[in-house]
Nanobody, 129 residues
Framework: QVRLLESGGGSVQAGGSLKLSCANS????????MAWFRQAPGKEREGVAQ???????SYTDSVKGRFTISRDNAKRTLSLQMDSLKPEDTAVYYC???????????????????????WGRGTQVTVSS
């Protein structure tokens, strides 16, 4: 079983930084493609970044150069370093894991939520102008 729990959300002014973390506390410690998604009020959930089991990454265009996804397989954690935050980054951020695959689908683009099986409950990020 995979159990994902996000932490690190909060409120910050535009231009500031936050680091989100996601821990897998379940009994299944398989190494899989993982990702961050976000959902702003009144909008559909969108893929932010994804990372393969061996650290290859892809990002949605709006966060390239500002956000960095990383993972520590030994600690079973996933992180998202968010710099130069903008008000439009305000959203609930979700951690997700694929069901079995070590690799990510479509590493040339943002993650597709239909490819992810396990989800955390989300953490709120609010960026004020």
């Amino acid at each position: 079983q995979v159990r994902l729990l996000e932490s690190g959300g909060g409120s910050v002014q535009a231009g500031g930084s936050l680091k989100l973390s996601c821990a897998n506390s379940g009994s299944d410690d398989g190494i899989r493609c993982m990702a961050w998604f976000r959902q702003a009020p009144g909008k559909e959930r969108e893929g932010v970044a994804q990372i393969t089991g061996d650290g290859r990454t892809s990002y949605t265009d709006s966060v390239k150069g500002r956000f960095t996804i990383s993972r520590d397989n030994a600690k079973r954690t996933l992180s998202l370093q968010m710099d130069s935050l903008k008000p439009e980054d305000t959203a609930v951020y979700y951690c997700a894991s694929r069901g079995e695959s070590f690799n990510c689908y479509g590493l040339d683009k943002a993650p597709d939520e239909g490819r992810f099986r396990f989800w955390g409950r989300g953490t709120q990020v609010t960026v004020s102008s």
